[in-house]
Structures are given as C-alpha cells and as structure tokens.
C-alpha cells in the first residue's frame, strides 16, 4: 500500500484539508508536524506563536488518533527529519498546502522541492487560501478566487491506517527559540475555538460589526477574532466564507424588519475575506517585499534616519501620546488589537517618528497572535506610504483618541499611571499645568512620559519630506504604475464597499 506523508504547515485541521484527503484515498498517511529550529529563530517569530500553536498542535493530534494515526512531531531541519523518516517509513509522495510564509519558510519549502525531487518522491502542494503561486497578472484574480471558495467543503477522511510509529513528545518550547518567556495568551488557536468563534461572531457578536470594529472599545467583541484561527489554519478560509454566506441565506428568508445589521455586517465581513487573499497574494507574487519597499522608488526615504530611542519608546507604549501607548500596552499584553489602531501604530512609528517600516514591522509580527506574513508586510509598506499607489494616512494620536476613545476609557485600562486624570485631560496630559498634575497625583516626566515631541509639527514636516522626495524622483510615476499593474485589486465593487472602513491591519 502506498504511504503519503502530509507534512501540515499552517493548516492545523482535518475537515476541508486536500492534502490529508488526497493521501488518505491513496493508501496510508503519515502526518508531520516539524519543530525546525532555523524557524523559530527568525526575527519576526516570537515565543507568544508558539503558546497560540501548541495548543492547536495537541487537537490536531487528537483528532488525527480518534482517525487512526496521531500526529508525529519531529525537531530538526526539513530535509533531515524527512530523510530519517523515510528511511524509518518509506513513503512516496509529499502532500501540503502552499504557504505563503516569511523568507525562511519559502527557502525551505524550495529545499524539500529539490530533495523530493532528487529521491523520486512526488512533492505537491495544494492551495490554501484564494492565493495562486505562479501568477503574472491580476485579471482573472477574483474569478479564481471565487472558484475556489464556491466548491465543497472536503470531509475528514473516515479513518486511517495505524502505521506504529512513535508520535514524539510535544515540547514546552520549541528548539532554536531564543529565550523564551511565557506571556499571556488570551486567544489560543484551535479547531474548537475556531468553531465557537466562528458561530458567536455569525449568530450573536456581530450584528454591529461595520460600526465597531474601529474602536478597541468595541471591536474585541465586535470582530470575528478569527484571524488567529485562519493563521494557523485551524479553520479553512472556505469554511468561512460559506459560513457567512450560509448565515445570509438564513436572514434573506426573514422579513426585513427582523433583520437587523446582520446584512451590512456580513457583506463588510465577506468583504475582508477578499482582502484577506488579495493582501496575502502582494507577498506570494513579490516575496522581496518582506524586506524591500514595494516600490523601489522610495528606497532611501526613511532607512538612513532610524532613531532607536523613538523605536523603543513606541515599542514599549512610552511616546507620551496616551492613546497610542495604551493601544500598543494591549497589544503587547494580548497578542490582539483591531485593524484601525494597528493601522495607526504604523504610521505614527512612520510618519511622525519617521522609522524605516522594517524593525516597527518585526516587532509587531511578534506580538501578534494572529501574524500572517502575507498581510502583514503589505498593511506595513501601506501605512508607511511606500506602495507608491496607497493615499499616505497620517494619523493624529489626539484626533484618534478622542474619536475612539472619547471619555478614556481604555487609556486608563492600559496606561494606569493616568488613572486618576479626567478625560478633559486624559488626551492632552502634557497640556496639564504643575497645580493640576499634582491634583491628580502625576508628575509628567517622572510618571509618564513628555511627548517624544509634536505631534502636529512631526507630522507637516513628514508631509514636507515626503513631497519633496516626490519630486527629486522622476521615476515614481512610472514605478508606481508598475506597482499597481503588478498588485493593484481588480475587484472593484468590493474596493468601494469596503473603502469607508479601508483594508487596514490584519482586517479582522
């Protein structure tokens, strides 16, 4: 009988899973997970992703056991682990899905290519999101897209064929993680949260979804908070998207009056199931831009100006702008934080701290719990202006605060030393004069931060060097043509659906 090993990747689940369905009809199946130490040591990976996976990791095992065949974990490079487990248990095929992963994990898959290659063994790979390896142009995007996402669901295999094999110990840590510290994970991936996520966001969290997903008042509940769960894949796109078209079905059958805002929440949500693809595809066709601009043109705009005082300060929420730092304290804290105000940490580190988007952009990967690399570096390159056809978003850290957070409520969740400040204040604290600070029992500059400065000036004087790069280049137009040829969405009803709202952070 032919053996198949599935080597699972980001695809943590057995329902709608091709590769393990495919190898399951063709004889057994040896399904892998690898503990690769060159992974876990890239800089944009963190000990926070390994707590939200190992989890998810322990379910895949039981759910592939209750089948027959637990799940192996071997540590070590690729190449090497399979050729030992060949030599163990010959198989003659290699079933995955396609990742669209950091620079690391494309090198890799590249070198299983050559090695499957060079012993005979069929290596093949199936898509996991809308996402199409080897495209040219963007025309026929949205129609591949929907294909994909129009056809079944693909069931569990019914059972496989136990082969013996010892599964390995699922470590605390995995090797090559640079010294891991425990940190607090509030949403840990899973096929059975995935499940129950899914369901409390379709039948009771999201009715109001287009209206408070831009708060982090709101949007914790409010979102799907599925974005971890899509990640690590512990649920399939596919399953998604019929969900939610399935959820429409149900309220188009109720009379108008009873349906509430679930028609424009789940429109709002598909939407952003779209972006979700269209963002990851950017990486999958240019996988440079997880280091380079996505336009050349701008190269040089920022790199030689990197000020690490203001990196740290950000990194750590100490700007002394109290919205932004209570936003990245959460999210440091949580692993968590809704599109808009990931989309307004970019562009203060950018625009007003005028950093390069490359260490910002490594620190936020390993805070979140949700890190997709497809989304991540193009949200990144997008808020910091450098696509060359995004509309530069300069984010006032007072407007935001008050727009979002108008009584304070959530600065004073995440920045305690200001617990005491009233909102007249609580925006604006360095506007506060000796007598009033000393009401409130704060010392700004001892308690809490100055400003790392103005935020109003910072941001006209962006403005001033970004137009005046502009035009000591004469060939931006012509590059950012080309940008938008090779990226640019062609789906152009949902674009202006969702242009209100706008495509910013990981979009869930």
């Not at 379910?59 to 065949?69: D, P, W």
């Not at 700007?319 to 808009?340: I, K, S």
């Not at 570096?377 to 407007?399: E, L």
């Not at 935020?455 to 005046?468: G, K, V």
Request: aromatic residues 10%; hydrophobic residues 40%.
């Amino acid at each position: 009988m032919p053996t198949t090993l599935v080597w699972f990747k980001r695809d943590l689940r057995v329902h709608d899973h091709a590769p393990l369905a495919a190898a399951a009809a063709r004889g057994a199946v040896l399904p892998v997970f690898l503990l690769e130490p060159g992974y876990w040591a890239q800089p944009d990976v963190s000990a926070r992703h390994w707590q939200v996976l190992r989890p998810a990791l322990l379910e895949l095992r039981g759910a592939l056991g209750g089948l027959g065949q637990p799940l192996l974990l071997r540590a070590g490079e690729a190449c090497a682990v399979l050729e030992a487990l060949h030599a163990q248990q010959p198989f003659d095929a290699v079933h995955a899905h396609e990742e669209t992963g950091n620079g690391w994990t494309f090198a890799r898959d590249r070198a299983v290519a050559a090695w499957c290659r060079a012993r005979g063994i069929a290596f093949r790979q199936w898509r996991q999101f809308g996402v199409v390896r080897g495209l040219k142009r963007r025309q026929h995007w949205v129609r591949q897209w929907e294909g994909l996402m129009a056809e079944a669901q693909i069931p569990a295999p019914s059972a496989l064929t136990p082969l013996g094999l010892e599964p390995g110990a699922l470590p605390e840590w995995p090797p090559g993680l640079n010294a891991p510290t425990p940190v607090p994970v509030l949403q840990a991936a899973g096929r059975a949260s995935a499940l129950r996520c899914l369901d409390g966001f379709l039948h009771r969290r999201g009715e109001h979804y287009s209206r408070e997903m831009s708060s982090p008042l709101s949007a914790a509940r409010a979102c799907s908070r599925l974005s971890t769960h899509l990640a690590w894949g512990c649920l399939s796109l596919r399953e998604a998207v019929h969900a939610a078209r399935g959820r429409a079905a149900e309220l188009k059958a109720l009379p108008k009056d009873q349906r509430g805002q679930w028609p424009r929440a789940l429109a709002s949500f598909e939407s952003r199931l779209h972006w979700h693809c269209h963002f990851i595809q950017k990486l999958e066709t240019e996988p440079a831009i997880e280091f380079h601009n996505v336009n050349r043109g701008y190269d040089g705009l920022r790199e030689s100006d990197f000020d690490a005082m203001r990196f740290e300060a950000w990194a750590s929420g100490h700007t002394g702008w109290p919205f932004v730092d209570a936003c990245m304290r959460a999210l440091v804290h949580t692993g968590w934080l809704n599109f808009r105000m990931r989309a307004m940490l970019v562009a203060i580190a950018a625009w007003q701290l005028w950093l390069h988007w490359r260490q910002p952009g490594l620190h936020l990967a390993r805070c979140f719990n949700d890190y997709e690399p497809g989304i991540h570096y193009s949200q990144v390159q997008m808020q910091s202006g450098v696509t060359g056809i995004n509309i530069p978003r300069m984010y006032s850290p007072v407007k935001q605060s008050l727009d979002q957070d108008p009584d304070g409520v959530f600065i004073r969740r995440w920045v305690p030393e200001l617990a005491a400040v009233p909102a007249p204040w609580i925006h604006e604290p360095w506007k506060m004069g000796s007598a009033q600070q000393q009401r409130y029992g704060l010392k700004l500059g001892r308690d809490y931060p100055l400003p790392l400065l103005d935020h109003a000036q910072a941001a006209r004087e962006a403005r001033a060097r970004l137009a005046e790069w502009r035009r000591s280049q004469p060939e931006l137009s012509r590059l950012n043509r080309e940008v938008l040829e090779r990226h640019g969405s062609r789906r152009r009803r949902v674009e202006q659906r969702a242009a209100p709202a706008s495509p910013q952070g990981e979009l869930f």
